[in-house]
């Protein structure tokens, strides 16, 4: 039985890192849009633009990570998708509190 080391455990969890990281960045700056839209003289081209930088930013992101290997970009899409329940879960929360207060 022979051992991959492209796909190790820390080369995982790496990858289950960068994809959380990648998902941190990616919302942040869907959050960042969507709070400018009212107040922008063009909230289309903002969008678009958000929209393309966005996802950009995340197939680069998830190239450089994958390497070859398939395991690397499940693992990594693993983690983009725990960020996002993590940041709906704080935002949802904060803005229950924000609403009660």
């Known amino acids: 039985m022979s ?3 492209e ?3 820390p080369v995982l969890v790496f990858a289950l890192t960068a994809g959380m990281g990648l ?4 919302f942040f700056i869907l959050w960042f849009t969507v709070q400018r839209l009212c107040s922008s003289p063009a909230p289309a081209a ?3 633009f958000s929209y393309m930088a966005r996802l950009a930013l995340v197939l680069t992101g998830f190239y450089f990570i ?3 290997r398939w395991e690397r970009v499940a693992v990594a899409l693993a983690g983009f998708i ?3 329940a993590i940041l709906t879960r704080l935002i949802g929360r ?3 509190m924000a609403g009660t207060a």
């Open 94 to 96: 904060r803005e229950t």
């Open 23 to 26: 998902g941190l960045v990616y």
């Open 82 to 84: 725990v960020m996002r």
């Open 46 to 48: 903002l969008m678009i």
């Open 66 to 68: 994958m390497d070859h």
């Open 7 to 9: 796909s190790s455990l």
């Open 3 to 5: 051992v991959n080391i």
